[in-house]
């Protein structure tokens, strides 16, 4: 366990070095989890103008400041809810060939989690990664077998 400063955060989020993409990808959807779990939107909306400055060369937006606290209300009511997560990354899908219907039922399949109306499964599947030990690039896993944060149904024990 490391607590991460916001230039380390950063770093260990788009790095690439020594990783591939698909790595690379599910160390952010874990710092994603973390800022849900660890910011408020309180805070964001409080520190919106040293947010927007620090990412100001990452992002833009055309949201009038009157909307903004039409912005924060909705984030108080999303910060409640379950978050569903799916990535349409190997070895489930193969990006140079993708099956669409396969992504078709993987995206019903997320909606349904996300909105609670996803029938129980059957029996606990393996998650990616777990038992084999291997970790690339900071995300337990491999490129054959899968990253935990992109396969897992529950990031909080994926990451």
Known sequence: MRKLDGHDTLWFARARDGSDDYSRMARQKCVMNAMLQQ???????????????????MISTDIPASEVPRFMSLAL???????????LVP???????PDIPLIKKKVT???DRAEGT??????????AG????????GS????SSGYAAN???????AC
Do not use: R, W
């Not at 009511?77 to 990535?87: E, G, M, N, Y």
């Not at 070895?91 to 060939?97: E, H, Q, R």
């Not at 777990?130 to 690039?137: A, F, L, Y």
């Not at 337990?140 to 490129?143: A, Y």
């Open 39 to 57: 910011i408020s939107p309180q805070v964001a909306v409080t520190h919106f103008e040293q947010i927007a400055k620090a990412s100001s060369a």
């Open 77 to 87: 009511k999303a910060k409640s809810q379950k978050v569903a997560t799916l990535s």
């Open 91 to 97: 070895p489930m899908i193969n990006t140079a060939d």
């Open 109 to 111: 399949q997320a909606i």
């Open 118 to 127: 996803a029938p129980k499964p059957a029996a606990p599947h393996k998650k």
């Open 130 to 137: 777990s038992g084999d030990g291997v970790v690339t690039g």
């Open 140 to 143: 337990v896993g491999s490129l």
């Open 151 to 157: 396969q897992a149904d529950d990031l909080d024990n």
